[in-house]
């Protein structure tokens, strides 16, 4: 039997794996690839302002999963459990329809050709703009994952619960400073999280049947009134006292005790983390320049495995089976 195939299927792998990330990937096979995926965003904005909060939230849970390779976009199927049914995901994501319109819309304009991996990328850029944001130029050229594990998911996703020197290991190992950890947490500018992620803070901490002593106790008040005892705990609250801009009003509130999850506020009790929280409280340009760097290095992850143009985000073209 000949080994060609086998040799050529190897050197597509090899050359999937190693094809550096680049700005500008698509200029010749899809010039107005990021026009397009920003007008997109746009409108998804006007007719759902949370959907900028949602979406680029998805850059961090693809990301960390076995690299950015939307795996995070594929629906479950009857051998193949997903990220989407993962604890930090389950009941908390939302505004998957708009990766599904950038897709379309791209597949119209350059069929085949652009991945649901870089929408995300450009989507989450596109996303923090449009709330006020940084801009920055993202890398592209990834490849969409053949298959999605909710298992991998919980294994990595950080829990809302989680202190300072916990989420410092774990970006340490995704090659993320101790800055990076600080200044990714600051995408917290914007959104909601539900009282599910607070309960634990507000009511029992650490056990001991008490809040968390470092929430403020007029901000407590208030958490309270949102999220009491007992309450259906799919009910949304503000991640910041300015839920809809990205701006550093994020790491005021930190500094005055009045962080969301208990994740938020750590950063400000701990000394390794706070003194980038007193620099982004104090310096908007330092925190947007820290953002956009942290959000290139996380767009940077790869899972070393062989992909595709997927050509329905939900979905893979080929089995995984067809790799052996
Ligand atoms: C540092 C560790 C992090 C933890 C523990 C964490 C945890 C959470 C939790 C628990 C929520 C609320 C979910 C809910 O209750 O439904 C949330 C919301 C959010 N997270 Fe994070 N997160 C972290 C880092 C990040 C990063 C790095 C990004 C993006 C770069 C991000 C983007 C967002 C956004 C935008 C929202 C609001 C989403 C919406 O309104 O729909 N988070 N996060
Ligand atoms: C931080 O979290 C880790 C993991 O949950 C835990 O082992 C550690 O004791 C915590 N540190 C402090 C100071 O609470
Ligand atoms: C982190 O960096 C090291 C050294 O450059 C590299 O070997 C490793 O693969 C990187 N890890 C990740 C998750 O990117
Ligand atoms: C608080 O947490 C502790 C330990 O996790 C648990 O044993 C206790 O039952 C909890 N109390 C309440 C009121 O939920
Ligand atoms: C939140 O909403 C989902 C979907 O409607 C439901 O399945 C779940 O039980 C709700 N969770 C809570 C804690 O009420």
Same mark, same amino acid.
């Given at each position: ?26 200029s ?21 302002? =949370?959907?900028?909060a949602?979406?680029? =939230? ?6 960390f999963?076995?690299?950015?390779? !939307?795996?995070?976009?594929?629906? &479950? ?6 990220? +989407? ?14 990766f ?8 119209? !304009? ?7 991996? #870089? ?6 850029? #596109? ?33 809302? =619960? ?22 990714l ?8 999280? =539900? ?20 929430? #403020? ?14 309450? #259906? ?18 790491? +005021? ?10 994740s ?35 767009? &940077? ?14 979905? !893979? ?8």
């Amino acid at each position: 039997m000949s080994l060609l195939p086998l040799v050529l299927f190897l050197l597509l792998i090899t050359m999937a794996v190693a094809t550096p990330l680049r700005p500008g990937f698509y200029s010749e096979t899809c010039p107005e690839a990021e026009v397009i995926a920003r007008d997109v965003m746009k409108k998804a904005m006007v007719r759902e302002p =949370r959907s900028a909060a949602s979406v680029m =939230r998805f850059q961090f849970h693809d990301c960390f999963v076995n690299g950015c390779d !939307a795996s995070l976009l594929l629906d &479950d199927t009857p051998t193949m459990l997903g990220e +989407k049914l993962a604890l930090s995901n389950i009941n908390s994501l939302s505004s998957f329809e708009v990766f599904d319109e950038i897709k379309e819309a791209l597949e119209e !304009a350059c069929p085949g050709t652009v991945s649901c991996a #870089d929408i995300i990328i450009m989507a989450s850029r #596109d996303a923090v703009s449009l709330s006020g944001g940084p801009k920055w130029e993202v890398k592209l050229g990834r490849q969409d994952s053949l298959t999605t594990s909710k298992e991998d998911s919980d294994n990595i996703m950080p829990s809302p =619960r989680s202190n300072a020197s916990f989420l410092i290991d774990l970006f340490a190992k995704f090659n993320l400073s101790v800055k990076d950890v600080v200044a990714l947490s600051g995408s917290h500018s914007i959104g909601q999280g =539900r009282c599910f992620s607070v309960m634990v803070r507000l009511y029992n901490q650490s056990g001991s049947g008490k809040p968390d002593p470092a929430i #403020d106790p007029m901000y407590r008040e208030k958490l309270n009134k949102l999220c009491p005892l007992g309450v #259906d705990e799919n009910v949304t609250v503000d991640l910041d006292a300015t839920p809809k801009l990205f701006d550093n009003q994020y790491f +005021k509130d930190l500094v005055a005790g009045r962080g969301f999850l208990n994740s938020d506020q750590t950063l400000f009790t701990y000394p390794e983390t706070r003194e980038y929280v007193w620099l982004f409280s104090e310096d908007e340009d330092e925190f947007f320049k820290a953002f956009a760097e942290g959000m290139v290095k996380m767009g &940077d992850l790869r899972s070393g495995r062989a992909g595709e143009i997927r050509s329905n985000c939900r979905v !893979a073209n080929r089995k995984p089976v067809d790799n052996l």
